[in-house]
């Protein structure tokens, strides 16, 4: 009944029944409005049949009358099966006549057995009409007429009044009806029936099945698959419905997944109970949480009551219970039971879904790390009170204005207070120090508030009763970023401290002082040491063109080259302290790696030859001839090691090589060796070599000298270069130093091959020194030129002929000179001249004392071609030898190779032309310089910085300065400045700059600033000679009209940098017997001066150019006063550029004022001291 | 399940439209003949019904009249002769077949003429009338040939039955070969006399009930009960006279001495006493026999032979019923 109820609820049958209902109305009526027809249908047949019988059988009595004919024919009518009786009656009382029951004919109708045609008879004979009856139950139907004779006619006589009665059954005519009214009810039946079916199939094609699938959907949904959809199966209604109702379950899906996801991804555990204890669904969080499986979920073996401890239990069943009441419960704590038997404190929180409470969903936290914290909280706690109670440092707890709520004993102690006056809340921590501290100690306060924390700050407490206490204080906020936080301030008690600081500082103090006392010491002692240096080299120069005697003149040459190697120490100390204030750098100039190397090479040849040592000079044919880098560097640190072999070595040949490292395409990295056959070094010593101030050994220091530096000066060019140095020695045998230095590269061509490796010379050289001729033969190899040695000459001679018998005859033969059993003249004679043989090139190797007298000319031998390179041989001049062979005719009238130039005097070329200045910081420079000059001719002094070299200016009256630009201290635009205004007009001493920077505009500046022309570094021999002729052969025409003179218009009126007879007037106004004036007034001045001159310099840096006219006024009056006119007019231009705002000028300004105060302060000291 | 729940529901409405209607009745045509009024007598009485089958008699004037109606398909079967059965089964798309013997005619056909013919021998060259298509030609056969005469001797006169008396009274005919009742009539005139009856051929002319082979295929049981209701008539008439000759007599429309004088010239056969006659070569066959070949000679019947399968003993029962 239950189903029946159900189904009859369903939309299936609301709308199925209808339909049929409608479909059995339709029918009933048809039934019915069918049965009404068949009645009508059934009366009219019937009717029209008894009709016409009675028609027929009144003809018959028309035709035949009443007889035996009519009788036989009312037989044949009543043998149809529908009739059951015709009765034919006439006369008065009416009498059958005929019948289809032979008994009856004769009788009487009233003696009819059947009752009915005595009635319709009467009724017909009463009205004379015709008339019918149904009899329903019988199926018949009775029909009566009157008979409608003639009257006049025979036949007829005896029917007067005559009627004809039939009864009909009706069964057959029923049956026949009722077939074809049963068709029709069955097809109006069938098309309702059809009707019907078709309605619902449609209904349920269209709705039912379509609403049915949705429900479905619904119930596999609600069933927990989340697969389900609806079909669409139409885009009508339905079909929207299913449609909106799939987005609906996807929209659900998504929800679901959000909710899915979010629980799985969430660390706290989610879970869900139906109905019973168990749980029935929960998250990863809380499985992981309680050590878990999916399996005991799903199993139902997480019964809440068995998760938690019995004494839980009650508890957690009274909060489920509420929760599933739906009463709001809060989270509560309780403990789970991990797998492992652990107790997890966790933190629940439960909620319940529907209205009856069965389903209850809820988190749960893991408590542990809180309780954990909670733990670590109070033994944070206790510690924290432990440190408070520590009595070390005093600590409060503050509120944001800083009153006391809490502090330790030590903090009470410190501020010499009792807890009695901590409770009076009045205690305010910011009150608590110095007055000249509160200002601080409220902004430290608000720094606290505001910003959270300050760093530690160093206050002065006030305490009661005592005296002040230096505190170190830092604060920090506590509990959380509102400003009105309370606070933590630590106070710690620094009085110890400040006692050692103030200790410590009076000791950097001192040692700053002693080591800036050094400083100053060096920089003093390097310069008042160069000073008088400059002096004693330049005064022993001037005293070795005097006419002296043997004697004098050695004397007066040691003094000189004791001088020069007490500059060279020198330099080597200012490096080096150039190099500890990290203020060495390198240039980058182009020039030639082989001349520079070559250059060396010369500079040293000398004392090598001294030492009766052979050089070797090898350079790889790859090394460019042009490349970017240091010239002057590069020379030092070859120099320095080049000097060190020389000095090292007491026998046998110094050699260096330079050769390609690596290429780098833009750069390449060049690598330098110089060997030597010294002493060597312990490999102990090797560690410490290139270390500062080391030396082998202390032995070696005695034996050799030096200062230890150059290593360490070497090693970091080196690096600054972006090379490597090293060395390895073999004790006894020698060391070979090498380095490498990076070098850019610069566009140049290919160094031509030499005819000589064209067109396949051979060269052979004998020389009985088989590292020399070593040497030849590996830089002539290098050029591809083939070379064979040999040492004597008997064994060239065996090589030249078998060279001839070979087909391959030498073309070079390069013979030391004096080479025992090589006389060249029996040679042509024994060769002939005109022999093959005879036509060999001849070089003779000199030695290093004939480089200046080449001994016997070639021409004289009548050698077809002859050459001299003097030792040590160069690669460029064997190049140029090379060529000069292949060239007979350039050889001829050029003969280059015939001698080397020489820093010998005694080559010079001619007349003493004058003195030179040379300012050059660079020593290798400075060198080189002074040896090019020495080659011109010229007598030349050298200093190392600009200031240097405006007081030898002032000693000696050089005919012209070569100055460098870039020098350390005064460079050379100040140096010429300060000289341009010592001269005055009178006097104007050529200045030419010499300067790396090849450009235009250097050359201007240098010009601009008072110098007389320019020289691009590195400086060739041709063009310095070319630049002196210009300039030191006419001292009269110094000045050209187009070179302006910066200090023309401001010339002092005396070179001295004070007025003498000032300080004479000064001098008359001192008492007999007391103090000297003017010794006071010097006194101030020289340690005033110096402060006011910083002055200038900080209001300069600070742009502050009132304070820069302030200082620059009273210097000049202070000046002024002890007749330091110079410096009084500088500090009058210094204050004229203030006020005009030219800062630059004014920069100019007290840089020259510096130096003319050094020369003042001299002048002043020497007054006195004459006095 | 739908489907099969629509079969259902068109099985249960074929079944209730073809609902078989209740039997009709067997119509038997009947035609006046003392014999057949005992068929008449089982009607009034009520027997067919009571052995449960519905029987209705539908009167004719004469067995012409009844044969066409039965070839018409107006009635199931028919009271006729022998001759009227030959002729059914000749002319029509029907096949009756005889499955009752009412009687053998034993005088009730007669063969009567006025003088001056007092004899069969008489009648050479006379116009005889007969209804040709019922026994007479064989009556008239029989009684030539017992004369030593044939047919071709006489010329036969086709005449109704019922109008034989004015026939001969009107000198159309001079014989005339007339069955009981139209006979007693023709007889009451007294020019006229037997010359001949059936009663001198014992056993040879016989009245039959004839039903339609597929009616009788159909409802043999039907065919059965009538023939038992027969059996009760018969006895019926046999036991009470008086009561069963008025019914009768009044369905002759004759008096009932005349109709007792008529029925005495018949012999009634309950269905034990014929039996026999229907066994395969039996009396029936032979008649039946004769007949046709008497009916050709006089070519009354051409064609075909109709003679086998004209009987059936279905109906007969084995056991007479009693009351």
């Known amino acids: ?1171 | 399940m739908a489907h099969v729940r629509w079969a259902k529901l068109f099985a249960i409405l074929a079944v209730v439209g073809c609902v078989e209607n209740p039997r009709p009745p067997i119509r038997i045509g009947i035609a006046p003949w003392p014999a057949f009024e005992v068929l008449y007598l089982a009607q009034e009485r009520e027997l067919f019904a009571s052995e449960g089958v519905d029987v209705r008699l539908v009167e004719y004037s004469s067995l012409g009249d009844a044969r066409r109606a039965y070839e018409r398909g107006d009635v199931d079967g028919m009271t006729c002769t022998l001759a009227e059965l030959l002729r059914a089964r000749e002319r029509g798309q029907r096949r009756p077949v005889a499955i009752l013997m009412t009687d053998v005619s034993n005088g009730a056909d007669a063969l009567i003429a006025r003088a001056p013919i007092a004899s069969p021998r008489d009648l050479a060259g006379r116009r005889v009338g007969v209804d040709v298509s019922s026994i007479g030609p064989l009556l008239v056969s029989r009684a030539l040939d017992s004369a030593g005469l044939a047919l071709r001797h006489v010329t036969l006169v086709a005449i109704d039955a019922g109008d034989a008396r004015r026939a001969l009274a009107e000198g159309r005919v001079e014989a005339v070969a007339s069955p009981a009742p139209e006979s007693l009539e023709v007889l009451r005139d007294e020019a006229s006399h037997a010359i001949f009856s059936s009663a001198e051929l014992p056993g040879e002319i016989v009245r039959i009930v004839a039903l339609d082979d597929e009616i009788l295929a159909r409802r043999t049981s039907d065919a059965t009960a009538l023939v038992r209701a027969w059996d009760r008539a018969v006895r019926l008439a046999v036991e009470h006279p008086a009561e069963s000759d008025a019914i009768m007599a009044g369905r002759e429309r004759t008096s009932v001495e005349d109709f007792r004088d008529a029925l005495d010239g018949c012999r009634l056969l309950s269905s034990r006493e014929q039996r026999p006659s229907f066994a395969p070569g039996g009396a029936l066959q032979r008649a039946i026999r004769d007949t046709d070949r008497i009916l050709r000679a006089a070519d009354r019947i051409r064609g075909d032979d109709h003679t086998a399968g004209c009987i059936s003993d279905a109906a007969l029962p084995w056991t007479e019923v009693r009351d």
């Open chain 1, 1 to 1171: 009944l239950t189903k029946i109820a159900s189904a009859l609820r369903s939309l299936q049958a609301k709308v199925a029944l209808p339909i049929a209902l409608l479909g059995m109305a339709v029918a009933g009526t048809a039934v019915v409005f069918t049965q009404g027809l068949f009645a009508d249908r059934l009366e009219e047949q019937v009717r029209l049949r008894a009709e016409g019988l009675c028609n027929t059988v009144n003809d018959c009595c028309e035709i035949t009358g009443r007889g035996p004919a009519l009788v036989r024919l009312v037989h044949f009518l009543a043998g149809d099966r529908d009739v059951e009786r015709i009765v034919v009656t006439a006369g008065d009382p009416p009498q059958v006549v005929a019948c289809n029951r032979n008994s009856w004919i004769g009788l009487r109708a009233s003696e009819v057995p059947d009752r009915g045609v005595a009635e319709h008879v009467s009724e017909s004979q009463r009205t004379r009409a015709t008339g019918f009856h149904f009899h329903e139950a019988r199926r018949s139907f009775d029909y009566y007429a009157p008979l409608r004779l003639d009257d006049d006619r025979t036949e007829t006589a005896g029917l007067e009044n005559g009627t004809v009665y039939v009864a009909l059954e009706t069964t057959a005519i029923r049956a026949q009806l009722s077939g074809s009214m049963t068709q029709s009810t069955c097809l109006i039946a069938a098309a309702a029936l059809l009707f019907t079916l078709l309605a619902y199939a449609l209904l349920r094609q269209f709705i039912l099945a379509p609403v049915g699938d949705i429900c479905r959907a619904m119930d596999r949904r609600a069933a927990g698959d989340a697969t389900a959809s609806a079909p669409v199966h139409a885009p009508d209604e339905i079909g929207a419905l299913a449609g909106t109702f799939n987005r609906m379950l996807a929209a659900l899906r998504r929800s679901e997944a959000r909710f899915q996801r979010l629980a799985e991804s969430n660390v706290i555990g989610v879970f869900s109970m139906e109905g019973d204890d168990a749980i029935s669904e929960a998250n990863q969080a809380f499985l992981e949480m309680l050590g878990r499986t999916r399996d005991e979920l799903a199993g139902g073996r997480l019964e809440w009551s068995r998760l938690v401890p019995a004494d839980r239990r009650a508890a957690d069943e009274a909060a489920l219970q509420r929760a599933r009441r739906g009463e709001r419960s809060a989270p509560w704590e309780t403990t789970f039971f991990h797998a492992s038997g652990k107790r997890v404190p966790v933190l629940v929180g439960v909620a319940s879904v529907d209205a009856d409470g069965r389903d209850v969903v809820g988190v749960v936290l893991d408590d542990t790390q809180r309780k954990e914290a909670e733990l670590r909280l109070r033994e944070s706690e206790t510690r924290f009170r432990v440190l408070m109670d520590s009595g070390i440092v005093g600590i409060i707890l503050t509120d944001a204005t800083g009153r006391v709520t809490e502090a330790n004993d030590a903090f009470l102690s410190m501020v010499g207070c009792t807890r009695a006056d901590l409770a009076t809340d009045r205690l305010n921590w910011r009150q608590l120090v110095s007055p000249g501290c509160r200002d601080v100690a409220a902004a430290a306060g608000d720094k606290i508030a505001v910003e959270g924390s300050i760093a530690p700050l160093e206050l002065e407490l006030m305490p009661a009763k005592r005296d002040p206490m230096p505190v170190l204080v830092c604060g920090a906020r506590i509990g959380g970023k509102d400003r009105g936080s309370p606070s933590i301030v630590i106070v710690l008690d620094i009085a110890e401290r400040k006692k050692m600081e103030v200790e410590l500082q009076r000791a950097t103090r001192a040692a700053e002082g002693a080591n800036r006392a050094k400083s100053e010491f060096l920089a003093s002692m390097s310069h008042e040491i160069r000073t008088p240096m400059n002096g004693v080299i330049g005064m022993t120069g001037l005293l070795l063109e005097s006419n002296l005697d043997r004697e004098q003149r050695e004397y007066a040459e040691t003094v000189r080259s004791c001088g020069e190697a007490l500059l060279t120490i020198l330099n080597d100390i200012l490096d080096f302290s150039k190099i500890e204030a990290g203020r060495l750098a390198v240039e980058t100039v182009e020039f030639d790696v082989r001349s520079a190397v070559e250059d060396v090479v010369d500079l040293l040849a000398p004392i090598a030859h001294g030492k009766g040592l052979d050089l070797f000079c090898f350079v790889d044919a790859e090394v460019p001839r042009a490349m970017a880098g240091d010239p002057g560097r590069l020379r030092q640190i070859l120099t320095n090691l080049f000097g060190n072999a020389i000095k090292f070595t007491a026998s046998g040949h110094v050699a260096v090589r330079t050769m390609v490292a690596e290429d780098r395409g833009d750069g390449l990295l060049l690598r330098f060796e110089v060997s030597d056959t010294g002493i060597g070094i312990s490999p102990s010593a090797l560690e410490r070599l290139f270390h500062p101030f080391s030396q082998a050994d202390m032995s070696t220091t005695r034996r050799f000298g030096g200062t230890g530096l150059g290593l360490a000066i070497s090693k970091r060019l080196v690096e600054l270069m972006g090379g490597e140095i090293g060395v390895r020695s073999i004790p006894g045998k020698g060391s070979t130093f090498w380095f490498t230095a990076r070098l850019g590269r610069r566009a140049c061509g290919p160094e031509p091959q030499l005819a000589a490796a064209r067109e396949r010379w051979r060269v052979l050289c004998v020389d009985p020194s088989e590292p020399a001729a070593s040497f030849i033969r590996e830089q002539a190899e290098a050029w591809n030129v083939e070379t064979d040695l040999a040492e004597t000459w008997e064994e060239a001679l065996d090589r030249l002929w078998k060279a001839k018998e070979d087909g391959r005859p030498y073309r070079v033969l390069m013979v030391a000179k004096g080479l025992s059993g090589f006389d060249p003249g029996a040679f042509l004679e024994s060769t002939g001249r005109k022999s093959e043989i005879g036509r060999i090139a001849l070089v003779v190797l000199a030695p290093y004392a004939d480089r200046a007298t080449p001994g016997r000319d070639g021409d004289d031998l009548a050698w077809p071609a002859f050459a001299q390179l003097a030792k040590p041989v160069k690669p460029s001049h064997l190049r140029e030898c090379f060529e000069a062979l292949a060239e007979p005719a350039r050889f001829r009238s050029r003969r280059p190779a015939r001698t080397s130039d020489s820093g010998e005097p005694a080559a010079a070329e001619g007349a003493l032309h004058g003195r030179i200045l040379l300012a050059e910081d660079n020593p290798v420079n400075q060198r080189l310089a002074l040896a090019q000059l020495a080659k011109l001719g010229y007598h030349a002094d050298a200093v190392a910085n600009g200031q240097e070299a405006v007081e030898a200016l002032l000693r000696i009256p050089y005919d012209a300065v070569l100055m460098d630009c870039q020098m350390p201290e005064v460079d050379g635009f100040w140096a010429t400045a300060l000289m341009r205004q010592r001269e005055g007009a009178a006097k104007r001493t050529p200045i030419i700059a010499m300067t790396a920077n090849a450009m235009q505009g250097d050359r201007d500046r240098c010009l601009a600033a008072g110098m007389d022309d320019y020289l691009a570094k590195p400086v060739k021999l041709d063009e310095l000679r070319s630049v002196l002729e210009r300039w030191v052969k006419r001292p009269a025409d110094a000045a050209p009209a187009d070179v302006a003179d910066p200090a023309a218009g401001s010339a002092s009126e005396a070179l001295d940098p004070v007025d003498v007879s000032v300080l004479e007037a000064l001098s008359q106004l001192d008492d007999p017997g007391g103090p000297s004036l003017r010794d006071e007034l010097i006194d101030i001045f020289l340690r005033d001066a110096p402060l006011k001159h910083a002055a200038l310099r900080e209001a300069l840096a600070a742009g502050d150019r009132a304070a820069l006219e302030r200082v620059a006024h009273a210097l000049k009056g202070a000046s002024g006063n002890l007749g330091a006119r110079p410096l009084a007019q500088l500090c009058a231009r210094i204050e004229a550029s203030a006020r005009a705002g030219e800062l630059a000028r004014a920069a100019a300004e007290v840089a020259l004022a510096e130096a003319e105060l050094a020369r003042v302060r001299i002048a002043l000291e020497g007054s006195r001291e004459s006095d």
